[in-house]
């Protein structure tokens, strides 16, 4: 009798746990919700903390300071679509007047993050750690259609042509960053963003603590597409000089935006 009870317990567990899967995965499917996270954080007094261009040579950009003032135009292009979209930073409003404007203007939420640099558990997925996990948390709290990790590549701290940058996705998120990928090769890359002729490449990470690995593992856990965006290099003269043009990083944003669209539409 307590081995039937033991079977039965076991099966009850089991079509339990298919069940919460097929919902989370038609809660990611059916959500009109995209999550924007703003990488790196601001300090009140070194400012944003991302990578910068190595010096002035062919313009001047720090990735925290480049989303803060261009995600809202990504924001636009999905919300133009008919689809909700949500900024969100783990820092706090940066002191910058200018940048603090851009903030307000782009509705940035700030994740309450007792130290910016820290390793926090995942919420939702537990065994998750990683710096920025609380901006994850924030976004998987959404019950998102996709999360988006905005960044900017370097690889140096001189410049240095290189322009094999790429969209780092989960595995859930592969068709999410093929069809962004398209819109970009399409629209951008080589087309204006000069490139040497290379596409925008796509690599599936799920390394655990490293960049960002368990952000895109935490979201693949909840059948969210998630990607990290490292297509354009900051120590790349050619895409510094490309970014810094007012026009050039509004376009940039834009066309990101358009690819998130593609993508939802398509679902
Ligand atoms: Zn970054």
Redesign the pocket.
């Known amino acids: 009798m307590p081995r039937i009870l033991l079977t039965l317990l076991a099966l009850f567990t089991l079509l339990a746990s298919g069940c919460y899967q097929i919902q989370m995965k038609r809660q990611a499917r059916e959500s009109n919700i995209v999550v924007l996270d703003i ?2 954080y601001y300090h009140p007094e070194r400012g944003g903390q ?2 910068r261009t190595p010096n002035a040579q062919y313009g001047v950009i720090e ?1 925290t300071d480049f989303w803060y003032r261009y995600a809202g135009y990504m924001k636009q292009e999905i919300e133009a679509a008919g689809y909700q979209c949500i900024i969100c930073n783990r820092g706090d409003m940066p002191t910058d007047k200018k940048l603090a404007a851009a903030a307000k203007k782009a509705g940035v939420h700030h994740v309450k993050s007792p130290v910016p640099t820290g390793v926090y558990r995942s919420k939702h997925h537990p065994r998750r750690m990683a710096v920025g996990m609380l901006s994850t948390n924030y976004a998987l709290d959404q019950k998102p259609a996709a999360v988006i990790f905005l ?3 370097s690889n140096s701290a001189k410049w240095l042509v290189c322009n094999k940058g790429a969209f780092y996705c989960n595995e859930v998120g592969i068709p999410l960053a093929t069809t962004m990928a398209k819109v970009m090769n399409e629209q951008l890359m080589n087309h204006g963003l000069p490139n040497n002729n290379q596409p925008c490449g796509i690599v599936v990470r799920d390394n655990g603590r490293l960049g960002g690995g368990d952000w895109l593992n935490a979201c693949n856990e909840s059948y969210v597409p998630a990607l990290i965006t ?1 297509i354009t290099y900051l120590s790349n003269p050619e895409h510094a000089r490309f970014l810094s043009k007012h026009d050039n990083a509004v376009k940039f944003s834009r066309t990101l935006g358009k690819g998130v669209v593609e993508y939802l539409k398509s679902r």
Do not use: Q, Y
Request: glycine share 22%; no cysteine; hydrophobic share 10%.
């Open positions: 990488g790196h991302g990578a990735e960044h900017h590549n490292e």
